[in-house]
């Protein structure tokens, strides 16, 4: 076995474990292990920002979860990635640089955790950024994460600008800063020059020149060391199946995400004792909210086919490929720089008494509207998510054995409102895509398709087909009351030695997409736990091998 020690140990290096290294390693007298389950970021699609779609359900850079089959979404067992390897899903995410409502965040301190209303949080995400357009009082110019407009969108995108405008949508040139009502603008992505700016690329990459930072990666933990309450360490095992035990003598860290830390906690005997029964893992700390309030927002697209106007679709094939490969490599332009979407909108149902739906306008269509491979003929699509669903799941083990895969029931579609949302939410795009400055460029819908006319044949579509849009979070709740799994500080209830830093303390999901939000509670933590560390630096690093 393989034995080390030190400050701090980070179990996972996704875009909260590559905060937390950078942050906590400035202090060079803090020594800090950050293992991963996954490899370097070696991969080239990682970084070509197009890429991603090519990674959802990579066999090496994501974990391939799936959820668990479920009527509400027509017995479907969705894909559900979560990335792994430096970066984590930073790495293989959609890009998309969005903030939350400031009403998100103030929601949380209402809801028991103490001192998280935006104003705090504020100075959080500003340090996270370098935003490339100059400066604003709430737009952050030194940061690590560098986030980028997009890069001459085709004319199509303002074409569905203008027409949401026509719709009752207001124009708004920085989402991130300006007031948020119902409001169309170009998305914001997280992108440095050509290049994808992941957590390990922003964060990671500069503090691994620093001694007091050591990355294992290939290691995946499966528990937690423990001595009574207290936490002292992690255990492991490589690929090449060598136990490793890492000792904290400060603080384990679990940075490893919505599905990873619920998991490790269950496996280590942390959780609600009849989850823990069942997967014959013995209950060392009773934690019943552990695995529960599984948050995520649900897609489903609205396609068109189009005539007159460039999509990505016909140059992401054949010598049309090979012509937008060299552009990208010559000018950093072109298809290749485009994220998960280009256009963004918040709309607001007759449901809701503000913004309750987001849009994801991208100038390329997929086939049944599922995001994976594009359509060769030109095509645009809308996707349509609800904001603040109310539909709750849960993450859990249902075995001891680390390989094998947790049970993920995000339960989408349980709420009727969510229901409603969503069929309101088709409505209004079907709305945009109607006014004549996009329709003159359409030939016809291809999914749902004309036919789907009533309310109950667009939620039949939207069982159908939705999927993930991957903003899972929630699991390992903050708060103060019985069911939260982390205080204010992120500290675990009911033991000493150990936090959680990541999406999964998240009281309750953003308006948003989440990697911003990550990047601020990261941010956040990484002062929480240095603030008492000045006064009680030591040298405590070792490393040997028994
Ligand atoms: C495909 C996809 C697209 C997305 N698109 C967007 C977007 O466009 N905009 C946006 O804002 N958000 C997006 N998100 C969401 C956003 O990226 C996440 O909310 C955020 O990255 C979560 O950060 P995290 O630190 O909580 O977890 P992660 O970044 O998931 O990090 C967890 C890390 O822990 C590691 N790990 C897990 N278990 C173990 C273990 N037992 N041992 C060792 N290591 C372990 C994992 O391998 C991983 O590296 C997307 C997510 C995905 C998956």
Redesign the pocket.
């Given at each position: 076995m393989k034995s080390y020690t030190a400050d701090y140990v980070i179990?996972?290096?996704?875009?909260?474990?590559c905060v937390l290294a950078n942050r906590l390693t400035e202090d060079p007298t803090v020594k800090v292990i950050l293992?991963?389950?996954?490899e370097r970021d070696r991969h080239p699609f990682i970084h070509v920002p197009a890429g991603?779609v090519r990674l959802?359900d990579h066999p090496t850079v994501t974990?391939r979860y799936r959820t668990e089959a479920d009527a509400g979404t027509s017995g479907r067992a969705i894909l559900f990635?979560?990335?792994?390897?430096l970066g984590?899903?930073?790495a293989?995410?959609?890009?998309?640089?969005?903030r939350p409502f400031a009403e998100d965040i103030d929601s949380w301190e209402r809801a028991g955790a103490n001192g998280w209303n935006f104003d705090n949080c504020l100075p959080f995400y500003s340090r996270s950024e370098t935003w490339t357009e100059g400066s604003s009082p709430q737009r952050g110019t030194h940061g690590p994460i560098q986030v980028s407009r997009v890069k001459n969108p085709p004319e199509i995108c303002s074409a569905v600008v203008q027409a949401a405008q026509k719709a009752g949508l207001d124009f708004v040139d920085d989402p991130n800063s300006d007031t948020r009502g119902p409001s169309i603008w170009f998305y914001q992505q997280t992108r440095d020059g050509r290049r994808r700016s992941s957590a390990a690329r922003g964060y990671l990459r500069p503090a691994m020149a620093r001694p007091n930072l050591t990355v294992v990666t290939g290691?995946?933990?499966?528990g937690l060391e423990m001595n009574g309450t207290h936490v002292s360490g992690i255990n492991?095992t490589t690929a090449a199946n060598i136990p490793v035990q890492i000792r904290a003598t400060r603080e384990v860290i679990l940075?490893?995400?919505?599905i990873?830390t619920p998991r490790?906690l269950e496996m280590s005997g942390i959780g609600d004792k009849a989850v823990l029964d069942n997967a014959g893992v013995k209950t060392r700390i009773a934690l019943p909210g552990v695995g529960n309030n599984l948050q995520d927002h649900y897609v489903v697209r609205l396609g068109y086919r189009v005539r007159g106007a460039g999509t990505a679709n016909e140059r992401a094939h054949g010598l049309a490929l090979a012509r937008e490969m060299m552009r990208y490599v010559v000018s950093g332009t072109g298809v290749l720089t485009y994220?998960?979407a280009l256009v963004g909108g918040f709309a607001q149902t007759r449901l809701a008494t503000r913004p309750d739906v987001q849009f994801v306008i991208a100038p390329g269509s997929f086939a049944e509207g599922r995001i994976g491979v594009l359509e060769s003929e030109p095509g645009v699509s809308c996707g349509v998510w609800q904001m603040r669903p109310e539909s709750r799941g849960h993450v859990h083990i249902t075995s001891s054995e680390i390989t094998a895969a947790p049970t993920i029931a995000p339960s989408y579609l349980s709420s009727e409102l969510d229901r409603n949302t969503m069929v309101e939410g088709l409505k209004i795009g079907r709305r945009i895509f109607a006014q004549p400055e996009v329709a003159r460029y359409i030939v016809d819908e291809t999914v749902p398709g004309r036919q789907a006319d009533t309310d109950e044949a667009l939620l039949q579509y939207v069982r159908d087909n939705g999927s993930t849009v991957?903003?899972a979070?929630g699991t390992c709740r903050m708060g103060e009351d019985e069911m939260s799994v982390v205080d204010s500080e992120m500290r675990v209830r009911g033991t000493t030695g150990l936090r959680i830093v990541?999406?999964?303390v998240m009281p309750s999901i953003t308006s948003t997409?989440?990697?911003?939000t990550?990047l601020m509670l990261a941010e956040r933590a990484a002062d929480m736990i240095r603030s008492p560390m000045a006064a009680h630096a030591s040298s405590t690093y070792s490393k040997e091998t028994v």
């Amino acid at each position: 076995m393989k034995s080390y020690t030190a400050d701090y140990v980070i179990v996972g290096a996704g875009t909260a474990g590559c905060v937390l290294a950078n942050r906590l390693t400035e202090d060079p007298t803090v020594k800090v292990i950050l293992v991963e389950a996954g490899e370097r970021d070696r991969h080239p699609f990682i970084h070509v920002p197009a890429g991603f779609v090519r990674l959802l359900d990579h066999p090496t850079v994501t974990w391939r979860y799936r959820t668990e089959a479920d009527a509400g979404t027509s017995g479907r067992a969705i894909l559900f990635p979560r990335g792994r390897g430096l970066g984590g899903s930073s790495a293989i995410n959609g890009l998309l640089y969005v903030r939350p409502f400031a009403e998100d965040i103030d929601s949380w301190e209402r809801a028991g955790a103490n001192g998280w209303n935006f104003d705090n949080c504020l100075p959080f995400y500003s340090r996270s950024e370098t935003w490339t357009e100059g400066s604003s009082p709430q737009r952050g110019t030194h940061g690590p994460i560098q986030v980028s407009r997009v890069k001459n969108p085709p004319e199509i995108c303002s074409a569905v600008v203008q027409a949401a405008q026509k719709a009752g949508l207001d124009f708004v040139d920085d989402p991130n800063s300006d007031t948020r009502g119902p409001s169309i603008w170009f998305y914001q992505q997280t992108r440095d020059g050509r290049r994808r700016s992941s957590a390990a690329r922003g964060y990671l990459r500069p503090a691994m020149a620093r001694p007091n930072l050591t990355v294992v990666t290939g290691l995946q933990v499966s528990g937690l060391e423990m001595n009574g309450t207290h936490v002292s360490g992690i255990n492991g095992t490589t690929a090449a199946n060598i136990p490793v035990q890492i000792r904290a003598t400060r603080e384990v860290i679990l940075s490893a995400g919505v599905i990873g830390t619920p998991r490790l906690l269950e496996m280590s005997g942390i959780g609600d004792k009849a989850v823990l029964d069942n997967a014959g893992v013995k209950t060392r700390i009773a934690l019943p909210g552990v695995g529960n309030n599984l948050q995520d927002h649900y897609v489903v697209r609205l396609g068109y086919r189009v005539r007159g106007a460039g999509t990505a679709n016909e140059r992401a094939h054949g010598l049309a490929l090979a012509r937008e490969m060299m552009r990208y490599v010559v000018s950093g332009t072109g298809v290749l720089t485009y994220s998960a979407a280009l256009v963004g909108g918040f709309a607001q149902t007759r449901l809701a008494t503000r913004p309750d739906v987001q849009f994801v306008i991208a100038p390329g269509s997929f086939a049944e509207g599922r995001i994976g491979v594009l359509e060769s003929e030109p095509g645009v699509s809308c996707g349509v998510w609800q904001m603040r669903p109310e539909s709750r799941g849960h993450v859990h083990i249902t075995s001891s054995e680390i390989t094998a895969a947790p049970t993920i029931a995000p339960s989408y579609l349980s709420s009727e409102l969510d229901r409603n949302t969503m069929v309101e939410g088709l409505k209004i795009g079907r709305r945009i895509f109607a006014q004549p400055e996009v329709a003159r460029y359409i030939v016809d819908e291809t999914v749902p398709g004309r036919q789907a006319d009533t309310d109950e044949a667009l939620l039949q579509y939207v069982r159908d087909n939705g999927s993930t849009v991957y903003h899972a979070v929630g699991t390992c709740r903050m708060g103060e009351d019985e069911m939260s799994v982390v205080d204010s500080e992120m500290r675990v209830r009911g033991t000493t030695g150990l936090r959680i830093v990541d999406g999964s303390v998240m009281p309750s999901i953003t308006s948003t997409n989440t990697n911003a939000t990550v990047l601020m509670l990261a941010e956040r933590a990484a002062d929480m736990i240095r603030s008492p560390m000045a006064a009680h630096a030591s040298s405590t690093y070792s490393k040997e091998t028994v």
